[in-house]
């Protein structure tokens, strides 16, 4: 479920003392508050999860396929726009492969993450897979799990999208959130509001 910032009922409030020609600039402030403060929030909560998970933020930010390489955006932020007074930031369901945790120089993942244990593979930030193990699949090497009582095998992912959900909620939606956003609008407004008033002969 995304995430949306919808302060239709704010700017409303925020706006009613301002005459027709002064509210003219009020879709282009709300468009450029709302933009900003979805991507404080976004960047703001990607460090945070980054952080308790202990991996690098471009890996909590961004999808990579199995091979390593960017194949898209994990957390993605639809920009309002002044035909859409809204912004939101989708999360992916798919987590993080355990075999996926650091970058190299280049923006690339290194595949090994870990260290095989006896009792299965630490990963990056400390984490123990039990059972776990390295495998050689299509020349990449990654980590699998046994599924309990079969021989077959699946790649364990690090979940970050509940996570992911919780800051963007406390950032966005909450009263805080709200609360970020007038603060953003107003400032913005009084510059556009100064900037037409320098205008006016």
């Known amino acids: 479920m995304p995430v949306e910032l919808d302060i239709r009922g704010d700017v409303k409030q925020l706006t009613r003392h301002l005459n027709a020609v002064q509210r003219r600039v009020v879709p282009r402030v709300t468009v450029r508050a709302l933009n900003e403060t979805a991507t404080k929030a976004r960047q703001e909560a990607t460090k945070a999860v980054a952080a308790d998970v202990k991996l690098p933020a471009t890996v909590i930010r961004k999808r990579f396929d199995a091979k390593g390489n960017l194949s898209g955006e994990r957390v993605v932020l639809v920009r309002a726009n002044k035909a859409r007074l809204k912004a939101t930031i989708e999360v992916s369901l ?37 059972g776990a193990f390295y495998a050689n699949v ?43 956003f007038r603060a953003r609008f107003q400032r913005l407004l009084a510059f556009e509001l100064q900037k037409l008033r320098a205008r006016t002969p």
Do not use: H, M, W
């Open 94 to 130: 798919r987590g993080i492969l355990v075999s996926q945790a650091r970058l190299t120089r280049g923006g690339n993942l290194v595949r090994v993450s870990g260290k095989q244990t006896s009792v299965g593979v630490k990963a990056a930030g400390g984490r123990l897979y039990k």
């Open 138 to 180: 299509k020349g990449n090497q990654i980590v699998l799990k046994r599924f309990p009582n079969s021989r077959k095998t699946f790649a364990p992912r690090i979940g970050v999208r509940l996570k992911l959900l919780r800051e963007f909620d406390q950032r966005l939606v909450s009263p805080a959130g709200i609360r970020l």
